[in-house]
Every structure is written in structure tokens, then in C-alpha cells.
């Protein structure tokens, strides 16, 4: 957007996550993004967005 500083290594992150959920259109900025990416970029987003989706997957349960 306009005024925000481009990150791809994050729009890799929120692109792969969604594919992760089923967004097929996703699938073709994930694609571009990689392009973008050096090798060490993209382990890192990689790693990240391992990360998130396994917080996604095994939320902290709640204080009772």
C-alpha cells in the first residue's frame, strides 16, 4: 500500500499462509514473491511462516 515499506519475505509469509488455507488465487503471488526472494530470504520467510501456521494449528489454550 501506499506509504508502507515493501517487505516480500512478509507478503511471502501472508501469501503462503493462505494458500495454506485454500486461497488458489494466492498461489500465483506465491509464485512471483520466490522470484523476489534471495535463497536466505526465502528460508527465512519459510522458517516464519512455519512459525505462524504453528500457532494457527496449536493456539494456547486459554486461562479457565
Sequence with gaps: GTGVTQN???A???ESLA??????LAIKDL???VKKLSL???TE???LEEKI???????PESPK
Aim: aromatic share 10%; charged share 10%.
Design 12 to 14: 511471502y509469509v501472508w
Design 8 to 10: 516480500y519475505q512478509l
Design 45 to 47: 520467510a519459510q522458517n
Design 40 to 42: 536466505q530470504e526465502l
Design 31 to 33: 509464485n512471483i514473491l
Design 53 to 59: 501456521q504453528h500457532q494457527i494449528d496449536h493456539p
Design 19 to 24: 494458500v495454506a488455507q485454500g486461497h488458489e
